[in-house]
């Protein structure tokens, strides 16, 4: 799965069951209108990569989903989860 979207649900639903499978974090940052909303997925395990799940809007009707993998956690991710954590947004799959 490559970088870009909008991806649909199924995608997405198909992507986090593989990520729960192999035991991800699942950290909701902002809850989801139609979708997942925005959410990290932290592999704990080097030769995974982590996720970034964006919700992006479409029209009034729906919405599609922007999926970014990354190995690195830069500093903009790092923050997030930060303050996911702070606020017990912070799920163990």
């Known amino acids: 799965m490559a970088h870009g979207g909008p991806y649909n649900l199924s995608t997405v639903e198909a992507l ?3 990520c729960v499978d192999l035991d991800y974090e699942f ?3 902002e809850e989801g209108t ?3 909303g925005h959410m990290i997925l932290l592999s704990h395990d080097d030769r995974y990569m982590n ?3 964006t919700e992006v809007y479409l029209n009034e009707w729906s919405s599609g989903h922007n999926i970014r993998k990354f190995n690195k956690i830069s500093k903009r991710i790092r923050k997030l989860i930060d303050d996911a954590h702070e606020i017990g947004r912070g799920v163990p799959a």
């Open 16 to 18: 986090m069951q593989k």
């Open 27 to 29: 950290i909701e940052i």
């Open 34 to 36: 139609l979708g997942y």
């Open 51 to 53: 996720v970034e799940i």
